[in-house]
Protein backbone atom coordinates (compact mmCIF):
# COMPACT_ATOMS: atom_id res chain seq x y z
CA UNK A 1 0.00 0.00 0.00
CA UNK A 2 1.65 3.40 -1.40
CA UNK A 3 2.43 6.12 1.53
CA UNK A 4 0.42 8.74 1.87
CA UNK A 5 2.47 12.58 2.64
CA UNK A 6 3.17 12.84 6.12
CA UNK A 7 5.20 14.52 8.83
CA UNK A 8 7.06 11.95 11.32
CA UNK A 9 8.19 13.71 14.38
CA UNK A 10 10.89 12.09 16.11
CA UNK A 11 10.93 13.33 19.98
CA UNK A 12 14.72 12.39 21.07
CA UNK A 13 15.37 12.97 17.79
CA UNK A 14 18.74 13.68 18.18
CA UNK A 15 19.16 10.68 20.50
CA UNK A 16 20.87 7.20 20.35
CA UNK A 17 18.10 5.47 19.02
CA UNK A 18 16.79 8.29 16.36
CA UNK A 19 20.95 8.18 15.16
CA UNK A 20 21.70 4.23 14.78
CA UNK A 21 18.50 3.01 13.69
CA UNK A 22 14.87 5.32 13.11
CA UNK A 23 16.97 7.60 10.81
CA UNK A 24 18.60 4.79 8.65
CA UNK A 25 15.23 3.25 8.62
CA UNK A 26 13.43 5.74 7.08
CA UNK A 27 16.90 6.31 4.80
CA UNK A 28 16.62 3.13 3.50
CA UNK A 29 12.55 3.22 2.63
CA UNK A 30 13.33 6.64 0.81
CA UNK A 31 16.14 4.96 -1.55
CA UNK A 32 13.50 2.08 -2.21
CA UNK A 33 10.89 5.03 -3.41
CA UNK A 34 8.23 4.34 -0.24
CA UNK A 35 8.04 8.21 1.01
CA UNK A 36 6.14 10.26 -1.18
CA UNK A 37 7.93 13.48 -2.23
CA UNK A 38 6.34 15.91 0.31
CA UNK A 39 7.14 13.86 3.29
CA UNK A 40 9.18 15.33 5.69
CA UNK A 41 11.02 14.05 8.92
CA UNK A 42 10.81 16.68 12.11
CA UNK A 43 13.61 15.91 14.61
CA UNK A 44 12.80 17.07 17.91
CA UNK A 45 15.49 18.14 20.55
CA UNK A 46 16.72 19.80 23.47
CA UNK A 47 19.83 20.81 22.12
CA UNK A 48 19.89 24.65 20.54
CA UNK A 49 21.32 23.65 17.48
CA UNK A 50 20.87 25.43 13.82
CA UNK A 51 19.43 22.91 11.05
CA UNK A 52 22.87 22.86 9.69
CA UNK A 53 24.52 22.04 13.22
CA UNK A 54 21.62 19.36 13.19
CA UNK A 55 22.15 18.47 10.01
CA UNK A 56 26.07 17.74 10.49
CA UNK A 57 25.35 15.97 13.64
CA UNK A 58 23.03 13.19 11.28
CA UNK A 59 26.27 13.08 9.08
CA UNK A 60 28.64 12.35 11.65
CA UNK A 61 26.15 9.69 13.95
CA UNK A 62 23.48 8.59 11.62
CA UNK A 63 25.45 8.51 8.03
CA UNK A 64 28.01 5.71 9.84
CA UNK A 65 25.13 3.23 10.30
CA UNK A 66 23.75 3.20 6.73
CA UNK A 67 23.71 -0.44 5.56
CA UNK A 68 26.74 -0.54 2.67
CA UNK A 69 26.91 3.04 3.64
CA UNK A 70 24.76 5.90 1.52
CA UNK A 71 24.29 6.88 -2.60
CA UNK A 72 25.65 10.41 -2.02
CA UNK A 73 22.15 11.65 -4.40
CA UNK A 74 19.78 9.78 -2.57
CA UNK A 75 21.38 11.23 0.79
CA UNK A 76 21.65 14.72 -0.04
CA UNK A 77 17.67 14.12 -1.00
CA UNK A 78 17.12 12.56 2.44
CA UNK A 79 18.41 15.24 4.21
CA UNK A 80 16.29 17.61 2.31
CA UNK A 81 13.45 16.03 4.20
CA UNK A 82 14.70 16.72 7.83
CA UNK A 83 13.86 19.93 9.75
CA UNK A 84 15.22 20.33 13.35
CA UNK A 85 13.24 21.84 15.98
CA UNK A 86 14.71 22.55 19.30
CA UNK A 87 12.62 22.45 22.18
CA UNK A 88 11.69 21.59 25.96
CA UNK A 89 9.57 18.80 25.71
CA UNK A 90 8.22 19.23 29.34
CA UNK A 91 7.76 22.84 28.81
CA UNK A 92 4.21 23.90 27.02
CA UNK A 93 5.86 27.75 26.11
CA UNK A 94 8.66 26.08 23.76
CA UNK A 95 6.09 23.87 21.29
CA UNK A 96 5.13 26.92 19.52
CA UNK A 97 8.52 25.97 17.05
CA UNK A 98 6.87 22.90 16.73
CA UNK A 99 3.61 24.51 15.57
CA UNK A 100 5.14 26.36 13.00
CA UNK A 101 7.64 23.71 11.65
CA UNK A 102 3.85 21.26 10.99
CA UNK A 103 2.11 21.65 8.34
CA UNK A 104 -1.14 22.14 9.13
CA UNK A 105 -3.24 20.13 6.20
CA UNK A 106 -5.82 17.37 7.73
CA UNK A 107 -4.99 15.30 4.93
CA UNK A 108 -1.77 14.65 5.99
CA UNK A 109 -0.80 11.56 8.23
CA UNK A 110 0.97 12.75 11.51
CA UNK A 111 3.08 10.97 13.24
CA UNK A 112 4.68 11.64 17.25
CA UNK A 113 7.29 8.71 17.90
CA UNK A 114 8.37 9.49 21.36
CA UNK A 115 11.98 7.90 21.58
CA UNK A 116 12.43 9.20 25.05
CA UNK A 117 12.50 8.27 28.35
CA UNK A 118 8.92 7.01 29.62
CA UNK A 119 8.49 9.86 32.42
CA UNK A 120 8.34 11.67 29.57
CA UNK A 121 5.46 10.33 27.67
CA UNK A 122 2.85 11.69 29.92
CA UNK A 123 3.90 15.76 29.28
CA UNK A 124 5.01 15.37 25.86
CA UNK A 125 1.03 14.11 25.29
CA UNK A 126 -0.35 17.20 27.49
CA UNK A 127 1.61 19.57 25.63
CA UNK A 128 0.45 18.33 22.33
CA UNK A 129 -2.69 18.43 23.17
CA UNK A 130 -2.44 21.92 24.63
CA UNK A 131 -1.05 23.37 21.64
CA UNK A 132 -3.19 21.75 19.57
CA UNK A 133 -1.04 19.46 17.72
CA UNK A 134 -2.89 15.94 19.02
CA UNK A 135 -4.95 16.00 16.83
CA UNK A 136 -7.86 13.19 16.07
CA UNK A 137 -6.16 11.67 12.79
CA UNK A 138 -2.40 11.84 14.54
CA UNK A 139 -0.81 8.92 15.48
CA UNK A 140 1.66 7.94 18.60
CA UNK A 141 4.04 5.90 18.99
CA UNK A 142 6.01 4.56 22.05
CA UNK A 143 9.59 3.44 22.41
CA UNK A 144 10.63 0.98 25.19
CA UNK A 145 10.72 0.77 28.40
CA UNK A 146 7.29 0.75 28.48
CA UNK A 147 6.91 0.74 32.81
CA UNK A 148 9.18 -1.14 34.85
CA UNK A 149 6.10 -2.55 36.38
CA UNK A 150 2.40 -3.08 36.40
CA UNK A 151 1.84 0.23 38.17
CA UNK A 152 3.95 2.53 35.91
CA UNK A 153 2.81 0.40 32.68
CA UNK A 154 -0.78 1.46 33.86
CA UNK A 155 0.16 4.87 34.20
CA UNK A 156 1.71 5.30 31.09
CA UNK A 157 -1.35 3.89 29.50
CA UNK A 158 -3.43 6.20 31.48
CA UNK A 159 -1.41 9.54 30.75
CA UNK A 160 -1.15 8.46 26.76
CA UNK A 161 -4.74 7.41 27.17
CA UNK A 162 -6.05 10.77 28.43
CA UNK A 163 -5.24 12.40 24.84
CA UNK A 164 -4.69 9.36 22.36
CA UNK A 165 -7.05 6.79 21.84
CA UNK A 166 -5.68 3.17 21.53
CA UNK A 167 -6.71 3.36 17.94
CA UNK A 168 -3.89 6.18 17.82
CA UNK A 169 -1.05 4.07 19.99
CA UNK A 170 1.58 2.35 18.45
CA UNK A 171 3.91 0.55 21.45
CA UNK A 172 6.77 -0.66 20.03
CA UNK A 173 8.32 -3.71 20.21
CA UNK A 174 11.17 -4.22 17.72
CA UNK A 175 10.64 -8.19 17.41
CA UNK A 176 8.07 -8.01 15.64
CA UNK A 177 9.06 -6.19 12.78
CA UNK A 178 11.49 -9.07 12.83
CA UNK A 179 10.94 -10.82 9.42
CA UNK A 180 11.17 -14.33 10.88
CA UNK A 181 8.28 -13.68 13.36
CA UNK A 182 5.63 -12.92 10.50
CA UNK A 183 7.39 -15.84 8.80
CA UNK A 184 5.93 -17.89 11.85
CA UNK A 185 2.69 -16.44 11.23
CA UNK A 186 3.04 -17.27 7.65
CA UNK A 187 4.00 -20.80 8.70
CA UNK A 188 1.09 -21.57 11.04
CA UNK A 189 -1.49 -20.42 9.48
CA UNK A 190 -0.68 -20.45 5.83
CA UNK A 191 0.43 -24.25 5.60
CA UNK A 192 -2.27 -26.72 7.03
CA UNK A 193 0.68 -29.10 7.59
CA UNK A 194 1.41 -27.99 11.20
CA UNK A 195 -1.94 -26.44 12.77
CA UNK A 196 -2.67 -29.76 13.81
CA UNK A 197 -0.04 -31.19 14.95
CA UNK A 198 0.74 -27.93 17.09
CA UNK A 199 -0.68 -28.94 20.13
CA UNK A 200 -0.08 -30.68 23.53
CA UNK A 201 -0.54 -34.32 21.98
CA UNK A 202 2.52 -33.36 19.08
CA UNK A 203 5.02 -31.35 21.19
CA UNK A 204 6.54 -32.09 23.39
CA UNK A 205 8.48 -28.46 24.50
CA UNK A 206 9.35 -25.23 23.02
CA UNK A 207 12.70 -23.54 23.55
CA UNK A 208 12.78 -19.52 22.40
CA UNK A 209 16.21 -18.43 22.99
CA UNK A 210 17.89 -15.06 22.61
CA UNK A 211 21.26 -14.64 23.32
CA UNK A 212 23.84 -11.85 22.63
CA UNK A 213 27.46 -11.27 22.57
CA UNK A 214 27.24 -7.63 23.60
CA UNK A 215 27.30 -6.41 27.10
CA UNK A 216 25.87 -3.91 28.72
CA UNK A 217 27.97 -1.20 26.78
CA UNK A 218 27.10 2.62 27.47
CA UNK A 219 23.73 2.03 28.57
CA UNK A 220 24.45 0.79 32.27
CA UNK A 221 22.51 3.63 33.57
CA UNK A 222 19.05 2.26 32.49
CA UNK A 223 20.21 -1.25 32.44
CA UNK A 224 21.41 -1.48 36.08
CA UNK A 225 17.66 -0.54 36.60
CA UNK A 226 16.59 -3.48 34.60
CA UNK A 227 17.95 -6.23 34.50
CA UNK A 228 17.01 -9.10 31.39
CA UNK A 229 13.90 -9.86 33.22
CA UNK A 230 12.12 -6.52 32.13
CA UNK A 231 14.82 -5.54 29.51
CA UNK A 232 14.25 -8.27 26.85
CA UNK A 233 11.83 -11.41 28.93
CA UNK A 234 8.32 -8.87 29.92
CA UNK A 235 8.40 -7.64 26.37
CA UNK A 236 10.75 -10.12 23.20
CA UNK A 237 10.57 -13.36 24.81
CA UNK A 238 6.78 -12.95 25.55
CA UNK A 239 5.80 -11.41 22.54
CA UNK A 240 7.34 -14.39 20.08
CA UNK A 241 5.78 -16.72 22.99
CA UNK A 242 2.40 -15.09 22.01
CA UNK A 243 2.85 -15.88 18.15
CA UNK A 244 4.02 -19.44 19.08
CA UNK A 245 1.28 -20.27 21.21
CA UNK A 246 -1.87 -18.12 20.20
CA UNK A 247 -4.53 -19.63 18.63
CA UNK A 248 -5.81 -19.49 15.26
CA UNK A 249 -6.68 -15.67 15.15
CA UNK A 250 -9.81 -14.90 12.41
CA UNK A 251 -7.79 -12.74 10.27
CA UNK A 252 -4.57 -10.53 10.45
CA UNK A 253 -6.49 -7.29 11.69
CA UNK A 254 -4.98 -5.94 14.79
CA UNK A 255 -7.23 -6.75 17.37
CA UNK A 256 -7.98 -10.63 16.10
CA UNK A 257 -4.16 -11.08 16.47
CA UNK A 258 -4.14 -9.12 19.75
CA UNK A 259 -6.89 -10.80 21.53
CA UNK A 260 -5.40 -14.02 20.49
CA UNK A 261 -1.88 -12.77 22.25
CA UNK A 262 -4.12 -11.46 25.08
CA UNK A 263 -5.63 -14.94 25.56
CA UNK A 264 -1.67 -16.86 25.74
CA UNK A 265 -0.52 -14.07 28.21
CA UNK A 266 -3.59 -14.30 30.33
CA UNK A 267 -2.80 -18.08 30.14
CA UNK A 268 -0.18 -18.25 31.31
CA UNK A 269 0.61 -19.96 34.53
CA UNK A 270 1.27 -17.82 37.41
CA UNK A 271 4.79 -18.59 39.47
CA UNK A 272 4.35 -18.58 43.63
CA UNK A 273 7.89 -18.04 45.64
CA UNK A 274 8.10 -22.24 45.43
CA UNK A 275 8.05 -22.66 41.80
CA UNK A 276 9.51 -19.49 40.90
CA UNK A 277 12.70 -20.55 42.70
CA UNK A 278 12.57 -23.70 41.15
CA UNK A 279 11.65 -22.79 37.36
CA UNK A 280 13.66 -19.40 37.19
CA UNK A 281 17.26 -18.83 37.29
CA UNK A 282 19.04 -15.41 36.87
CA UNK A 283 22.92 -14.87 36.00
CA UNK A 284 25.15 -12.19 35.74
CA UNK A 285 28.32 -12.45 33.05
CA UNK A 286 31.93 -12.25 34.83
CA UNK A 287 34.59 -11.64 32.83
CA UNK A 288 35.81 -13.57 30.08
CA UNK A 289 36.72 -13.97 25.90
CA UNK A 290 34.64 -12.80 23.22
CA UNK A 291 35.71 -13.58 19.37
CA UNK A 292 39.17 -13.95 21.54
CA UNK A 293 38.83 -10.72 22.75
CA UNK A 294 39.07 -10.67 27.14
CA UNK A 295 35.97 -8.48 27.75
CA UNK A 296 35.21 -7.33 31.48
CA UNK A 297 32.37 -8.93 34.07
CA UNK A 298 29.57 -7.08 34.73
CA UNK A 299 30.29 -5.31 37.87
CA UNK A 300 33.62 -4.13 36.46
CA UNK A 301 31.86 -2.29 33.58
CA UNK A 302 32.37 1.52 33.50
CA UNK A 303 29.63 3.13 36.69
CA UNK A 304 28.63 -0.01 37.40
CA UNK A 305 28.17 -1.06 41.58
CA UNK A 306 30.57 -3.35 42.28
CA UNK A 307 27.95 -5.46 44.42
CA UNK A 308 24.88 -5.20 41.47
CA UNK A 309 22.72 -7.69 41.63
CA UNK A 310 21.15 -6.89 38.20
CA UNK A 311 20.72 -9.93 36.40
CA UNK A 312 22.18 -10.12 32.95
CA UNK A 313 20.45 -13.71 32.26
CA UNK A 314 17.43 -15.09 32.68
CA UNK A 315 16.28 -18.53 32.11
CA UNK A 316 12.86 -19.94 32.58
CA UNK A 317 10.49 -22.74 32.12
CA UNK A 318 7.00 -21.39 31.69
CA UNK A 319 3.87 -23.15 31.17
CA UNK A 320 0.72 -22.10 29.40
CA UNK A 321 -2.43 -23.81 31.16
CA UNK A 322 -5.16 -24.04 28.35
CA UNK A 323 -6.13 -27.76 26.67
CA UNK A 324 -3.79 -26.88 24.10
CA UNK A 325 -0.74 -26.52 25.85
CA UNK A 326 -1.26 -27.61 29.33
CA UNK A 327 1.96 -29.53 30.06
CA UNK A 328 4.41 -28.40 27.54
CA UNK A 329 6.88 -26.76 28.72
CA UNK A 330 8.04 -23.42 27.25
CA UNK A 331 11.71 -23.06 28.37
CA UNK A 332 12.51 -19.05 27.33
CA UNK A 333 16.52 -17.93 27.95
CA UNK A 334 18.07 -14.88 27.40
CA UNK A 335 21.34 -13.43 28.19
CA UNK A 336 24.21 -10.86 27.54
CA UNK A 337 27.89 -11.93 26.55
CA UNK A 338 26.67 -15.32 25.51
CA UNK A 339 28.81 -17.60 23.45
CA UNK A 340 27.55 -16.86 20.12
CA UNK A 341 24.48 -14.12 18.72
CA UNK A 342 21.49 -16.15 18.51
CA UNK A 343 17.70 -15.82 18.54
CA UNK A 344 15.98 -18.72 17.41
CA UNK A 345 12.68 -20.79 18.49
CA UNK A 346 12.58 -24.71 18.71
CA UNK A 347 9.72 -26.68 18.53
CA UNK A 348 10.16 -30.18 19.47
CA UNK A 349 7.66 -32.80 18.64
CA UNK A 350 6.85 -35.93 20.62
CA UNK A 351 9.25 -39.51 19.56
CA UNK A 352 7.39 -42.02 17.64
CA UNK A 353 5.77 -44.47 19.65
CA UNK A 354 7.86 -47.82 18.23
CA UNK A 355 10.30 -48.16 15.57
CA UNK A 356 9.69 -50.79 12.73
CA UNK A 357 13.49 -50.79 12.05
CA UNK A 358 16.76 -52.27 13.63
CA UNK A 359 17.20 -49.82 15.82
CA UNK A 360 15.84 -48.87 19.03
CA UNK A 361 13.00 -46.17 18.82
CA UNK A 362 15.39 -44.44 21.67
CA UNK A 363 18.30 -43.61 18.65
CA UNK A 364 15.35 -41.56 16.53
CA UNK A 365 15.70 -37.81 17.16
CA UNK A 366 12.73 -36.11 17.94
CA UNK A 367 11.80 -34.11 14.77
CA UNK A 368 11.99 -30.30 15.52
CA UNK A 369 10.96 -27.21 13.42
CA UNK A 370 14.21 -24.56 14.27
CA UNK A 371 13.09 -21.24 13.64
CA UNK A 372 15.88 -19.03 13.08
CA UNK A 373 15.64 -15.00 14.04
CA UNK A 374 19.13 -14.35 13.95
CA UNK A 375 21.66 -14.50 12.66
CA UNK A 376 20.34 -15.68 9.75
CA UNK A 377 16.65 -15.78 9.21
CA UNK A 378 15.15 -19.38 7.99
CA UNK A 379 13.67 -22.53 9.17
CA UNK A 380 14.96 -25.78 9.49
CA UNK A 381 13.04 -29.17 10.11
CA UNK A 382 14.74 -32.30 11.42
CA UNK A 383 13.66 -35.23 9.96
CA UNK A 384 15.05 -39.00 10.13
CA UNK A 385 15.89 -40.58 7.12
CA UNK A 386 17.74 -43.34 5.49
CA UNK A 387 21.21 -42.63 5.06
CA UNK A 388 22.78 -44.29 1.57
CA UNK A 389 23.38 -47.16 1.09
CA UNK A 390 23.16 -50.53 1.58
CA UNK A 391 21.74 -51.40 5.34
CA UNK A 392 18.71 -49.53 6.48
CA UNK A 393 19.70 -46.81 9.04
CA UNK A 394 18.41 -43.82 9.53
CA UNK A 395 19.88 -40.76 10.97
CA UNK A 396 19.02 -37.24 11.49
CA UNK A 397 18.64 -34.61 8.88
CA UNK A 398 17.97 -31.26 7.36
CA UNK A 399 15.19 -29.44 5.68
CA UNK A 400 16.30 -25.72 5.34
CA UNK A 401 14.57 -23.03 4.13
CA UNK A 402 16.57 -20.06 4.24
CA UNK A 403 14.50 -16.56 3.08
CA UNK A 404 17.57 -15.17 1.95
CA UNK A 405 18.52 -17.28 -0.67
CA UNK A 406 14.38 -18.55 -1.36
CA UNK A 407 13.17 -15.06 -2.29
CA UNK A 408 16.81 -13.21 -3.55
CA UNK A 409 14.78 -10.36 -2.05
CA UNK A 410 16.42 -7.52 0.21
CA UNK A 411 16.31 -7.26 3.89
CA UNK A 412 14.02 -5.19 5.82
CA UNK A 413 15.54 -3.84 9.32
CA UNK A 414 12.45 -4.70 11.66
CA UNK A 415 12.41 -0.50 12.01
CA UNK A 416 12.05 0.28 8.47
CA UNK A 417 8.87 -2.47 8.63
CA UNK A 418 7.25 -0.90 11.81
CA UNK A 419 7.90 2.73 10.81
CA UNK A 420 5.79 2.11 7.20
CA UNK A 421 3.54 0.31 9.35
CA UNK A 422 2.88 3.45 11.99
CA UNK A 423 2.83 5.63 8.78
CA UNK A 424 0.10 2.77 6.56
CA UNK A 425 -2.29 3.00 9.88
CA UNK A 426 -1.54 -1.03 10.35
CA UNK A 427 -1.78 -2.04 13.77
CA UNK A 428 -0.90 -5.39 13.98
CA UNK A 429 2.46 -5.28 15.04
CA UNK A 430 1.74 -3.21 18.14
CA UNK A 431 1.05 -3.99 21.42
CA UNK A 432 -2.24 -3.40 22.61
CA UNK A 433 -2.68 -1.48 25.98
CA UNK A 434 -4.09 -4.18 27.30
CA UNK A 435 -1.39 -7.15 26.46
CA UNK A 436 1.52 -4.88 27.71
CA UNK A 437 -0.36 -4.97 31.44
CA UNK A 438 -1.24 -8.62 31.41
CA UNK A 439 2.61 -8.84 30.49
CA UNK A 440 3.59 -6.95 33.39
CA UNK A 441 0.83 -8.66 35.24
CA UNK A 442 2.62 -12.02 35.53
CA UNK A 443 6.41 -11.32 35.39
CA UNK A 444 5.59 -9.01 38.44
CA UNK A 445 5.49 -11.51 41.23
CA UNK A 446 9.15 -12.90 40.06
CA UNK A 447 9.97 -8.86 40.41
CA UNK A 448 8.95 -8.97 43.49
CA UNK A 449 10.34 -12.10 44.99
CA UNK A 450 13.96 -10.76 43.73
CA UNK A 451 13.70 -7.57 45.33
CA UNK A 452 13.01 -9.26 48.57
CA UNK A 453 15.26 -11.75 48.07
CA UNK A 454 19.50 -10.86 48.64
CA UNK A 455 21.00 -14.22 46.83
CA UNK A 456 23.16 -12.91 44.14
CA UNK A 457 22.74 -13.58 40.40
CA UNK A 458 24.30 -16.96 39.26
CA UNK A 459 27.53 -15.43 37.55
CA UNK A 460 28.66 -17.23 34.35
CA UNK A 461 31.83 -16.60 32.32
CA UNK A 462 31.23 -14.36 29.31
CA UNK A 463 31.29 -15.93 26.05
CA UNK A 464 29.53 -19.26 27.23
CA UNK A 465 25.59 -20.33 27.11
CA UNK A 466 25.16 -19.05 30.98
CA UNK A 467 25.29 -20.45 34.34
CA UNK A 468 25.31 -24.29 35.00
CA UNK A 469 21.78 -24.12 37.04
CA UNK A 470 20.44 -23.00 33.42
CA UNK A 471 21.73 -25.97 31.68
CA UNK A 472 20.07 -28.29 34.86
CA UNK A 473 16.62 -26.37 34.85
CA UNK A 474 16.16 -27.84 31.57
CA UNK A 475 18.27 -31.49 32.10
CA UNK A 476 16.05 -32.37 34.83
CA UNK A 477 13.81 -33.03 32.57
CA UNK A 478 15.62 -35.06 30.57
CA UNK A 479 16.36 -32.33 27.74
CA UNK A 480 19.11 -30.04 27.13
CA UNK A 481 19.67 -26.54 25.41
CA UNK A 482 19.58 -26.54 21.42
CA UNK A 483 23.14 -25.96 21.46
CA UNK A 484 24.31 -28.46 23.73
CA UNK A 485 22.50 -30.86 21.83
CA UNK A 486 24.33 -30.25 18.56
CA UNK A 487 27.25 -32.19 17.21
CA UNK A 488 30.55 -30.32 17.97
CA UNK A 489 31.73 -29.17 14.17
C1 LIG B 1 16.59 -4.13 23.07
C2 LIG B 1 17.25 -4.26 24.42
O1 LIG B 1 15.20 -4.02 23.21
O2 LIG B 1 16.89 -5.27 22.28
C3 LIG B 1 18.74 -4.44 24.26
O3 LIG B 1 16.99 -3.09 25.19
C4 LIG B 1 19.05 -5.57 23.32
O4 LIG B 1 19.36 -4.66 25.53
C5 LIG B 1 18.27 -5.43 22.02
O5 LIG B 1 20.46 -5.55 23.05
C6 LIG B 1 18.42 -6.67 21.15
O6 LIG B 1 17.83 -6.45 19.91
P1 LIG B 1 18.35 -7.21 18.59
O7 LIG B 1 17.38 -6.82 17.54
O8 LIG B 1 19.74 -6.72 18.35
O9 LIG B 1 18.32 -8.67 18.93
Known amino acids: MALSDFDL ?82 DVSTYQALVEALRHDASLTRVYYLATPPQLFAKICDNLAATGLATPNSRVVLEKPLGRDLASAKQINLDVGKVFAESQIYRIDHYLGKETVQNLLALRFGNILFEPLWRREWISDVQITIAEKIGVGNRLGYYDNSGALRDMLQNHLLQLLCIVAMEPPTSIAPDAVRDAKLQVLRSL ?167 LEAAWEWVEPILEHWEQDDSAPAPYTSGTWGPAAASALIGRDGLQWREESLPED
Open 9 to 90: VFFGGSGDLAMRKLLPAMYSRDVCNDLPDASRIICVGRDDATQEEFLRMVETNSKPHIKDGPDEASWARFLKRITYVALNAT
Open 269 to 435: KRFTPTTLSQNIIRGQYRAGYIDGQQVPGYREEPDAPKSSRTETFVAMKAEIDTWRWAGVPFYLRTGKRMADRLAEIVVRFKPIPHSIFNQPTSSFQPNSLVIRLQPDEGLSMNLMAKTPGDSMRLKQAELELDFREQFKAPRMEAYERLLLDVLRGQLTLFMRGDE
